[in-house]
């Protein structure tokens, strides 16, 4: 079997593992935070802070949610890394928005955050700021045990059907599940024009 197969073999495999029924759980999550007024903040590192951007267009277009992803502003983002630290960048965006029990956070990373090992740091922080807000968190991420896994409201994890690429089948699944929820009837306020 060639590379392409087997990739898209796995991408199989994963859509017929998914846990649907915890997507369900998300999408009524966000319906709650639409019907109150809340704002939804997308964030991620890496590939999944281009995620993030993609998906905030998606969620405020299509779903009709106040939505931000903190990556987009390059300025605020390299100031904060500049003056404070890389690990508090989403949770001084946070502050200055003034997090709200309405609002909830949807975390997009293949690892989750890890704070013993120092990766994604700043994803954790964001997480703890949220629970002391009351904010509602949602993530989907790629492996299981790590910290967006293990303290969010609900969190989906990618199945790892292939340790070689958990990073590119994560990243993948984010875009295939976030355009689910903008497309379920529970939060689907516009249409695509194609």
């Known amino acids: 079997m060639n590379f392409a197969s087997k990739h898209m073999q796995e991408v199989s495999e994963i859509a017929c593992q998914i846990d649907t029924q915890k997507i369900e759980y998300m ?13 939804l903040f997308v964030l991620g590192v890496g590939g999944s ?3 993030a951007s993609h998906a905030v267009n998606d969620f ?4 009709g949610i106040e939505t931000y992803a903190p990556t987009d502003n390059v300025s605020e983002l390299t100031a904060r890394t500049n003056d404070e630290g890389w690990e508090s960048i989403f949770e001084g965006f946070l502050k200055v928005s003034k997090l709200r029990s309405e609002d909830g956070l949807l975390i997009l ?7 013993e090992r120092s990766i994604s ?4 922080k964001a997480i703890d700021y949220a629970k002391i807000c009351g904010s509602k968190v949602l993530g989907i ?5 790590g910290y967006t896994d293990r303290m969010a409201d609900a969190c989906l994890v990618v199945p790892p059907v292939n340790p ?3 990073t590119p089948h994560s990243e993948a699944f984010q875009a295939i599940v976030w355009h689910l929820m903008v497309s379920h ?3 689907k306020a516009n249409s695509t024009t194609w």
């Open 185 to 187: 009837p529970k939060l």
């Open 141 to 145: 991420v790629g492996r299981s045990g």
């Open 49 to 51: 802070a281009g995620n």
């Open 121 to 124: 740091v700043n994803l954790c």
């Open 60 to 63: 405020r277009k299509l779903a």
């Open 27 to 39: 999408v009524d999550l966000l319906a709650s935070i639409k019907k109150s007024g809340g704002r």
């Open 164 to 166: 070689e690429a958990i």
């Open 109 to 115: 990373s293949v690892g989750g955050g890890d704070f």
